[in-house]
Nanobody, 115 residues
Framework: QVHFVESGGGLVQPGGSLRLSCEASRDIFAFSTVAWYRQFPGNERRWVARLNPADKVDYSDSVKGRFTISRDTTKNIMYLQMNNLRPEDTAVYYC?????????WGQGTQVTVSS
């Protein structure tokens, strides 16, 4: 089983940028498709960016062109570079495999976009 720890969230103004980090407890990125998910209050978590072991990336329409997923091949860390942030990006961001493993969810990291 793998565990994830997310970090890097915070308060940012519209149009600003943040980089989130996701550290895995073991080498998972070379073997599984992993994703950044986000959750709005009262809603389920949905993936917004995913990365497979061959480094193929995919994005939800809502973040395409603004967010970039990547990983550090020397460490068990995945990143989400978020640019041109909008108030509607305000959410808690998590990482997990696809399909998600209920026992692998971390605490998430809060991203708030507000002026």
């Amino acid at each position: 089983q793998v565990h994830f720890v997310e970090s890097g969230g915070g308060l940012v103004q519209p149009g600003g940028s943040l980089r989130l980090s996701c550290e895995a407890s073991r080498d998972i990125f070379a073997f599984s498709t992993v994703a950044w998910y986000r959750q709005f209050p009262g809603n389920e978590r949905r993936w917004v960016a995913r990365l497979n072991p061959a480094d193929k990336v995919d994005y939800s329409d809502s973040v395409k062109g603004r967010f970039t997923i990547s990983r550090d091949t020397t460490k068990n860390i995945m990143y989400l570079q978020m640019n041109n942030l909008r108030p509607e990006d305000t959410a808690v961001y998590y990482c997990n495999v696809i399909p998600s493993d209920p026992q692998s969810w971390g605490q998430g990291t809060q991203v708030t976009v507000s002026s």
